[in-house]
C-alpha cells in the first residue's frame, strides 16, 4: 500500500474530529486545526482524536495533500485562497442560511461551485457533507458489509474524485461518484440523501433520479 495523503481537517466542531477519528483509524496522517491557536485544542483533541495533531490552520494546510473544510460556510470567506493553491480540498459545508444567515453569493446555487471558484488553484471534491456527524461515525463499516452506506463524492477533477472516493471507502463508505460539482448538488441540503444514510443501490437510485429530474447531467 502507497503512502496515504497527510489531511489538515480545518474545523474542529461537530463533524471535523469526527472526519479526523474516522481518516486516522483508516490509517491517513491527520492534522486538525481551528481558526486559532492549536493550544486550545490540544487537550480535546489528545482525549477526542487520539493520534491527531493540533496545528495551526496554516502549518496543518501547507504540509497536506489533502485540506478537509469542515467549517461553517459563513467563515469560508476567512479562509485565503492562495494557501490552498495546488491542495485537494474536500468541501465538506453545506449553506445552512439559519446558522449562517442569508448569504447572497450561495443563494440558489450549488454551494460547492462557489466554494471552487474561490478556490480556482485547487480541486475542489463535495463529500461527507450530507450525513450527519453522528451517523457518520455509527455507520462506518469495513468494505463487504452488508449494512454499509453510501457516500456521495461529487467533483470535477476526476484524479481528485478517484481520491476522495478512496477516502470514503477506507474510512467505511461505499463511495458513490458523481460526474461533477453540479451534479453533486443532489448531496446538498433539501436533497434526496441529505441526512438520510442509504446503501449504494438506494443510493445511485435517489441521485440519478433527482438528477435527471433537475437536469444536471
Ligand atoms: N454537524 C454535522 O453533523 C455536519 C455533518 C456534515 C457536514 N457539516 C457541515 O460542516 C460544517 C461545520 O459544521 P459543524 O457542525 O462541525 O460546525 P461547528 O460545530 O460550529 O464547528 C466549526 C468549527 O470550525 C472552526 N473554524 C471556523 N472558522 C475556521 C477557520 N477559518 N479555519 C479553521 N477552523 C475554523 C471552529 O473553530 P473556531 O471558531 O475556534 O475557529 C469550529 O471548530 C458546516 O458547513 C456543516 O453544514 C456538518
Known sequence: MGELSRLAVLGAGHVGPVIARLAIRAGYPVDIATSGDPEDIALITELIIPGARPRWASDAVADAGIVVLAIPLHRFGNIDPARLDGKLVVDAMNYWPASDGVLEAFEGRGSSEVVARRLAGSAVV?????????????????????????????????????????????????????????????????GPVFGVVLTRPDFELAVREEQRQRSLV
Not at 484524479?159 to 463511495?175: E, H, K, N, W
Open 126 to 190: 463535495k463529500a461527507f457533507n450530507h450525513i450527519g456527524y453522528h451517523e457518520l461515525e455509527d455507520r462506518a463499516r469495513p468494505a463487504g458489509a452488508p449494512d454499509r452506506r453510501a457516500a456521495g463524492v461529487a467533483g470535477d477533477d476526476p484524479a481528485a474524485v478517484a481520491t476522495i472516493a478512496d477516502l470514503a471507502d477506507r474510512i467505511g463508505y461505499d463511495p458513490v461518484r458523481l460526474e461533477s460539482l453540479r451534479a453533486g448538488r443532489v448531496l446538498q441540503p433539501g
